[in-house]
């Protein structure tokens, strides 16, 4: 079974600084993607970061950047210069092609100003 | 910018009674999917649609669920009786299909409060 591990329900970080969210996912798949999505007070949806499991190289969008471990299983997310609307629950997810996501508890960061 | 859409935004229901929750997918997307979302808990997933009938479900779509496509737009999950752990967000997802990375697009959400 594939499942998703979020070990930290909460963070806190200032503002301007560097935060980073662990996540960890057990597969036996090879072929697979891997999501932070950010879901803030309204409860939408927002993909923030994607990770192809065949690429080595770590994805980046502007001050997000992940660190994909692929032997750990390992997927973390590290925000750069946070704001303070970065604060939100954030979804660590994980995608077999042509399957349904998995995923993590969660991760509710906050922006301390 | 394309975007899935669901309707109502909130929807409240007394216990026992159906609710219908909407959905209008991306246009040129085929595959379908609906997640809930418990307060406080991880969204998980109910069920996939794809070519007028489910491809998989999870062991939370019971026989109280039912999915349709009913037109060529909209694709509706019905809770045929409601029970009060009923009472969650629930996400519209869709994608095209084709090639080995199909993103899945979610939409705003439907709050269902079971009172």
């Known amino acids: 079974a594939q499942t998703v591990t979020q070990s930290q329900p909460e963070m806190s970080v200032q503002e301007a600084e560097t935060v980073t969210l662990s996540c960890t996912y057990d597969?036996?798949?090879?072929?697979?993607?891997l999501f932070w999505y950010k879901q803030p007070p309204s409860r939408q949806m927002i993909l923030v970061i994607r990770?192809?499991?065949?690429?080595?190289q770590n994805a980046t969008e502007n001050r997000f950047s992940v660190n994909f471990q692929k032997a750990a299983k390992s997927f973390s997310l590290k925000i750069s210069d946070s704001q303070l609307g970065d604060a939100a629950m954030y979804f660590c997810a994980y995608l077999i092609p042509n399957n349904d996501m998995r995923f993590g508890a969660g991760t509710r960061l906050t922006v301390k100003p | 910018e394309p975007e899935v859409t669901q309707t109502p935004s909130h929807q409240v229901t007394q216990m026992g009674q159906e609710v219908i929750l909407r959905c209008v997918p991306i246009s040129n997307h085929l595959y379908f999917y609906w997640y809930r979302q418990i307060l406080g808990q991880k969204v998980e997933f109910l069920v996939s649609f794809y070519n007028n009938e489910i491809s998989e479900k999870s062991e939370i779509f019971d026989d109280q669920f039912s999915v349709e496509r009913p037109d060529g737009s909209n694709f509706t999950l019905k809770i045929r009786s409601t029970k009060l752990e009923d009472s969650a967000m629930y996400f519209c997802?869709?994608?095209?299909?084709?090639?080995?990375?199909?993103?899945?697009?979610f939409g705003p959400g439907t709050r269902l409060t079971v009172l």
């Open positions: 997802a869709s994608r095209v299909t084709g090639g080995s990375y199909n993103e899945q697009f």
């Open positions: 597969t036996s798949e090879s072929d697979y993607y």
């Open positions: 990770q192809e499991a065949y690429k080595q």
